[in-house]
């Protein structure tokens, strides 16, 4: 009997034990949770501020300030983009400040998600256009003096923000909003069905936008800009115009920081696809981060137009004497096109570049 009583002892307190063990792990998570979530709401909340006034800014330059030439026109499409995203901003910091407890209706639930696929789309087809045209100037200059004009520039950019819809457009479908017990959570609803589980029909939906999103949002533009830019520096290299390379900071500064920030983001959207693989908790945690960070490159472009323009060293420059300095930098292109139209007619462009 004794036996017994010590076998039932020892079971209690072993359970005892794997009970307070698991309610620490709970507790521990929870608070990791937490740390996310609040990290969240920092990086969302600074990116903004510095968004809305960054961008703005730029915005204000470019209209009032600046003369209009083809890559000023660029570079306000990706303000105009980055600043509307940031506009509705707010809605993700109440979201997430709330413990994802979405108060602003179903409508808005689809449009907030649309504008965050609607910034990333935009801003990666403006940056390969940017890419593209840096290539075309420096590979044919004299066809691009010919062909290159704002108004063109204007057609191309209306193009972009079209088909950045388009590729959107999804998050009006899919986008929905369910409640439980007085929680409301804003949720992709590829099944479109009142239930939030998904069946075969929408776990083939969920992929198909994923994988389209990672290869027109990412990997095609990766693969283009970077031969673009590949074959501008081995241009610029062989012609010997190491001075000219530094205006090129700036863009290549500006894509590399957009593929860094959006990369972690379309790995674990990819990864969402089979979370049946994957722990639950990496994506719990993961998700939300990785999201802020991607968000936070809506704010990055005015930053590095201040902090990596020519003359940053010069103190004495203003802020705004930075941000008009880095977005006029086309040197390198104004000294292809001068030399290309010193040489002999029949052999402009071959000459221009391997001279």
Same mark, same amino acid.
């Given at each position: %009997?004794?036996?017994?009583? +010590? ?16 309610? @620490? ?5 929870? @608070? ?15 990116? $903004? ?8 800014? *730029?915005? *204000?330059? &470019? ?10 026109? #660029? ?17 993700? &910091? ?7 407890? #979405? ?26 256009? &940017? ?11 004299? #066809? ?9 520039? #204007? ?17 009006? *479908? ?11 959570? $804003? ?10 589980? /998904? ?6 939906? /969920? ?6 999103? !990672? ?5 095609? =533009?990766? %693969? ?9 520096? !081995? ?11 530094? =205006? ?10 957009? !593929?860094?920030?959006? $990369?972690?983001? /379309? ?7 089979? /979370?049946? $693989? ?46 008009? +300095? ?12 001068? @030399? ?16």
């Amino acid at each position: %009997m004794e036996d017994v009583d +010590n076998s039932s002892e020892g079971y209690a307190d072993y359970y005892d034990s794997y009970n307070n063990l698991t309610i @620490r792990e709970t507790i521990r998570e929870e @608070r990791s949770y937490d740390f996310i979530q609040i990290l969240a709401v920092v990086i969302y909340s600074i990116t $903004c501020l510095l968004g809305l006034l960054g961008n703005g800014l *730029v915005i *204000v330059m &470019i209209v009032f300030k600046m003369k209009k030439s083809v890559s000023i026109i #660029w570079f306000l499409n990706l303000a105009a983009a980055d600043f509307l995203f940031n506009v509705f901003l707010p809605l993700n &910091i109440v979201y997430t400040a709330m413990n994802y407890h #979405w108060v602003f209706g179903r409508a808005m639930c689809k449009v907030n998600s649309l504008l965050l696929n609607f910034n990333l789309y935009t801003s990666v087809f403006l940056l390969t256009t &940017i890419s593209f045209d840096r290539c075309m100037l420096v590979v044919c200059p004299v #066809w691009s003096q010919n062909h290159r004009s704002t108004k063109k520039a #204007w057609a191309l950019c209306l193009l972009i923000w079209t088909l950045g819809f388009l590729m959107s457009s999804p998050s009006l *479908v899919f986008r929905d909003t369910s409640t439980a017990q007085g929680h409301v959570s $804003c949720f992709n609803n590829y099944a479109l069905s009142e239930s939030p589980a /998904h069946g075969p029909v929408g776990k083939q939906r /969920h992929v198909a936008v994923t994988i389209s999103r !990672f290869l027109v949002g990412f990997i095609l =533009p990766l %693969m283009v800009i970077t031969i673009c830019y590949l074959i501008v520096i !081995f241009r610029l290299k062989k012609n010997r115009l190491t001075k000219s390379k530094k =205006p090129l900071r700036i863009i290549i500064a500006i894509i590399t920081t957009f !593929f860094l920030c959006w $990369c972690p983001y /379309h790995v674990f959207q990819l990864l969402e696809t089979q /979370h049946h $693989c994957v722990p639950s908790s990496l994506l719990e945690f993961g998700l939300p981060l990785v999201t802020a960070i991607a968000v936070s490159n809506s704010c990055m472009n005015p930053v590095l137009y201040v902090f990596m323009g020519e003359d940053f060293k010069k103190f004495k420059m203003t802020v705004l004497s930075r941000l008009a +300095n880095a977005l006029s930098e086309d040197t390198v292109y104004s000294t292809i096109i001068r @030399r290309s139209f010193t040489k002999p007619s029949s052999q402009t462009e071959k000459e221009t570049i391997l001279s």
